[in-house]
Structure formats: structure tokens, C-alpha cells
């Protein structure tokens, strides 16, 4: 079976082809500017030249268009035909209290997502875009999303609920609800087989550190704690978002600045972060790199952005009443060595002992940073969200054809 597996944005599109047989990604690529002037496709198929190609356009059912056309082109397709496409997977980053797991799409799903526009404004309307484009594209192949907060729903009261008159979440759902679920369940599976040890028997703490950024803390393979919360600002310091700050600031500021609601919105998201404190990026590697030449204001954005994550871990650590191994994911995670360092400088009294050889080494692969008698081992686990999608969507495509062909 061909799985094809959709993060759709705002203005932009991921996609990878599964074969699932063998697990193998067919191809990939991305949609960039939709709704735009000269809108980008890049595709990429393994061992071949990246293709690129500039046209106009203008909303995600085109897009879908285009990558359809892409997968099935003359020379740089991959399929025959798009019939060799069996079923869709989507990353949906919001599903309120509604998902705990992936499901198959139908009207009352797309409802619940529709409902849920207001929780993540960002997110869930470009994803209901992608879901209606490939609905137009390819009528009758079965759907599924898989939920960003999903993994997150085991979450206790006391580690969602606001401190705040509780009829702000019996009327609204005002609660905290986590995100980057997908890879935080992906990584604590991929780390306990790298272990070798169960992972009902560990306490982890996941760190996925990319443009969004959030710490997991993984009790016994359920998601116990999570530093975003009712969106994807909350927690960390991050690319462009704020990250934790005290909620007086929101009314102070738009009072001093005269700003509107959405103003300051588009501050705490799009304006702050290392983009903000270091005046130079969004973008980690330059960030270092300005560091590294000697900028202070650089130096201070990346102390301050790692100091975050140790706060969280040591608070993760309390939480949980201990830890057996702390995690490293995606493209800060995954990447840079001297972030991780400074996050793990901080963390000797809990018994951690990076190896500063082990962290330099880059690699694909799930590797151990931490000496050989460190009290506990921190891992780099390089995500893999698109997989567990494409996974989920064949496991819930499959139960489907078994139930049909026995009625
Ligand atoms: N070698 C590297 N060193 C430091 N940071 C890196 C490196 N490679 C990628 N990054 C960071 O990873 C970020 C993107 O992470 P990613 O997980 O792909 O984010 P997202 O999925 O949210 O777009 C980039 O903003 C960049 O700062
Ligand atoms: C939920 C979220 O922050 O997603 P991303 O990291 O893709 O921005
Ligand atoms: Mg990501």
C-alpha cells in the first residue's frame, strides 16, 4: 500500500510517499508561497536531482494538484498513476479533548476540527484546506489525521488545568493541551528500544527542539507533563514565539504601546524568541554563528534559549520523581552540539555526564552522548513524525478493509 503523508500550512505543504511494505519514502517534497506570487515546488526522489519548480499557485487544492502531478510525472514521478495512492495521512496539530487517538476522516471528524479553528488559528484551517484538497483530487481514498495533541491527552488535571475560575474550561476548554505529540511518542518508543529496556518501566524526558520547541515529560510511555499548552506559545523559548512569560505583560504592554489584540499576538509568536533577543535570527545555526564571532546579543539569545530547557528538565525531573534518560529531536535536537551541551552543563547534580566527543559526532542514527557511567543517559533521536502518520493512517485503513470485507 502507497500512503501519502500531508503537513499542510498556511502557505505551504509538506508531502512523503510511503510504500509500506518496506517502509521506503518513495518521495518527498514541499509547496512553499501558496496563495502567493511564484509559488515553489520541491520534490525529491532518492539518488536523483532535487526538482524545483516556480508557478503560480493559489490555494492548497492546486498545490495538491500540483504534487499529484508531480508523483505521477513522466520523468520525475515515482507512480503510474495517482489510483497507486491507497490512502492520505494528515498531521492535524490541534484535536482539543475530542482525539486521544488517529482516526479515519469523516464529516463529524471534519467538524471537531472545524470547531477547534479557534484553538489553533495558525494550524487547523490550512490543515482542513489540505484535507478538502485531496477530498477534490482524489475522491474516495480514505483519509486519517493524526493529532499533535493526541499523545498528550493522558495528561493528569493537575498538570492541565489552568489555575484559573474553572468555567473558563467547562465552557471553553481553556486547558493546556500539548503538541509535537507525534514525535514525542516517536522518540520515547525509538529510545527504549535503544535501551533495551521497556518503556512502561522508564521516565523520560523528550526534548524537541525545532522551530516550535517542547519538553515531554514521558512517565511509563504516557505523555504526564508538557511545557506548551493551550497553543503551541506556551513553554519554551523558541524560533520567533515567547514561550513562558507572566500574563500581565499581554495588558501592560498593549496599554504602554497602544497595541491591538492582534497585534500583540503576532508579537508573542511571530516577534520574540531568539529572533527578538538576538536581533539577528530565528534560525539556530546563525545564532551560533553570530556567537561564535563574538556578538553578545547572540550569546545572550542562545544562553537564555538553552537555559529554558534546563529549567524545564529539572522541573521534569521533580515531576516524575526521577529520570532514566533524556531525549534529543528534531532540527535544534537533532543538530547542534553546543546547544545541548549548554543545555546538560547545568545538569550534573542529577547525575548527568555529557561526552563531549559522543555529542560532537554527527549522525541519522539514535546514539548515546553521555559517558559510559553517567547516573543518566541523554540520547539524540532523530524524529520521524511523517512515519508514525504513515503508520497510523495503514493500521486504520487496514482495520477498516478487514471490517468491510467481513459484513
Ligand atoms: N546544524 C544545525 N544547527 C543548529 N540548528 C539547526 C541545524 N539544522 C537545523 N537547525 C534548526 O532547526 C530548525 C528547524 O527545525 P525543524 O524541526 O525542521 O522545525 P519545523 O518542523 O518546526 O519547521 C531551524 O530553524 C534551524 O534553526
Ligand atoms: C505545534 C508546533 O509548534 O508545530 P511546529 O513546531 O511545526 O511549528
Ligand atoms: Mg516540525
Known sequence: ????????????LKYQLYNMKTEDVLAKGRVERIGMDSSILTHEVENQPEVREVSEILDHTTAIKKVLDMLTHRKFGVLRNIQDIQAVGHRVVHGGESFSESVLVDQNVKLEIRKLFDLAPLHNPAHMMGIVAVEANLP????????????????????????????????????????????????????????GRPLEKLKLISCHIGNGASCAAILHGKSYDTSMGMTPLEGLMMGTRSGDLDPAVVPFAINKEDLTLNEVNSMLNKHSGLLAISGISSDMREVVEAMNDGN????????????????????????MDGVDAILFTAGVGENSAPLREAVCRGLTFFGVHLDADRNAVRSSETRRITTDDSGVSVLVVPTNEELLIARDTYRLVKDKTAVESRF
Request: no cysteine; charged share 15%; proline share 4%.
Open 1 to 12: 500500500m502507497n500512503i501519502l503523508v500531508i503537513n499542510a500550512g498556511s502557505s505551504s
Open 140 to 195: 474516495n481514498v480514505p483519509q486519517a489525521v493524526v493529532f499533535d495533541t493526541a499523545f498528550h491527552q493522558s495528561m493528569p488535571p493537575s498538570s492541565y488545568l489552568y489555575a484559573i475560575p474553572t468555567v473558563l474550561y467547562r465552557k471553553h476548554q481553556i486547558r493546556r493541551y500539548g503538541f509535537h505529540g507525534t514525535s514525542h511518542d516517536y522518540v520515547s518508543k525509538r529510545a527504549a528500544e535503544f535501551l
Open 296 to 319: 553578545d546579543k547572540a550569546k545572550l539569545a542562545f544562553e537564555m534559549y538553552a537555559y529554558r530547557i534546563r529549567k524545564y528538565i529539572g522541573s521534569y525531573v521533580a515531576a
